[in-house]
């Protein structure tokens, strides 16, 4: 029987915080991990060329958050990195997010000044004042040209949903851009750790009082540990339940097959990640990994991405079945005392990285009388939460 103070499941951003600062605190803490690694989806490797490559795909730490920032720069140096994605449109690669540079290639136009872009896009756009599904917060940004040729099958791929199929909140992330800005994000920090993000959370694990098992799964586990106080799950809320309301009310998750190759040329693209939003292959993009933090090799990796219903669980599918699934749960977590689901997977719901970081240190500072409930309630739609 293994005793501890704090019992935490799953080693990921959000797992990684809460012990960090339980620890920080004095309280012993046991972290239980099925996979073989620490970082969660952000785990990162040397592989054979001496690359420096992502294992679950490329992630881009970006925020506004002071609070955040602050907090990560304690585990590691970070470099300058904006962001930059190229999609394959009609044989030519464009940028992305959507701007003025991205509509002047595709439509052969000559477009100079933020007023003529708002001109385009009124023009173009097809009025939704309050868009039901994907396709229709598309159309209403953008229009049905570019719809067709950047994000209805490419949305299919990903999803294996068309956008009508989608809430509306899943396309309504996508920027569009006035100006010539062709950064994918515009926070105002954007960076990558020094060294890479496994390096990053052995720093946040480093507390000798943080027992982390890996290849543990919690359900083949949870009778030998006792003495916790407070259980914090950051897997998928379905499977906590195991699926009691019946295997007809397991929540669809969309994973991704990562292929890797090595490519025996200095580089194979000109940029870090290029999308294929078209029809033309059945993988979303492609990841050189050589180009974060100008890696020198005298060959180069590359991963293709193909999404599928098989394997790790990614990204939440947010339509109204899930919904009404996930509610289901919510309800059913509400009747347990100090159990806390936490992250992406526990909340059914997309966090950006910040987001993740930033849900897992205010979750502490509520526990533990640092913020007041009704400031913990005022985060609406950001916060982790007990559900």
Known sequence: MTTTDILIIGAGI????????????????????????????CFDYLDENNILVSKYGAHLFHTNHEEVWKYVNRFAHWYKWEHRVLAKVDGQLVPIPVNIKTVNQIFDLKISTEAEMEEWLEKNRIEFTNASNGEEAVLNKLGYELYEKMFKHYTKKQWDKYPEELDASVLERIPVRKNFDDRYFSDKYQALPGGGYTKMFERILSSPTIEVMLNTDY????????????????????????????????????????????????YFQENSVVNYPGLEVDFTRI???????????????????????????????????????????????????????????????????????????ELFALLEGKISRRRWNSYGKEKARKI
């Open 287 to 361: 990841i050189e990994y050589k180009h974060f933090g100008n890696q020198i090799s005298e060959r180069t990796t590359i991963v293709k991405e193909f999404t599928t219903d098989e394997g790790e669980p990614y990204y939440p599918v947010p339509n109204a079945r899930n919904s009404e699934i996930y509610e289901k749960y919510r309800e059913e977590a509400e009747q347990l005392k100090d159990v806390y689901f936490v992250g992406r997977l526990a909340n059914y719901k997309y966090f950006n990285m910040d987001q993740a970081f930033k849900n897992a240190l």
């Open 219 to 266: 359900f083949d586990v949870k009778d030998e540990i006792s003495g916790f106080t407070k259980l914090f799950y950051t897997g998928p809320i379905d499977r906590f339940f195991e699926f009691k309301h019946s295997l007809e009310d397991k929540l669809e998750y969309r994973s991704i097959n990562f292929v890797k190759e090595t490519v025996d040329r200095e």
């Open 14 to 41: 959000s797992g990684a915080v809460l012990a960090e600062r339980y620890a920080a605190i004095g309280k012993k803490v046991l972290i239980l991990e099925k996979r073989d690694h620490i970082g969660g989806n």
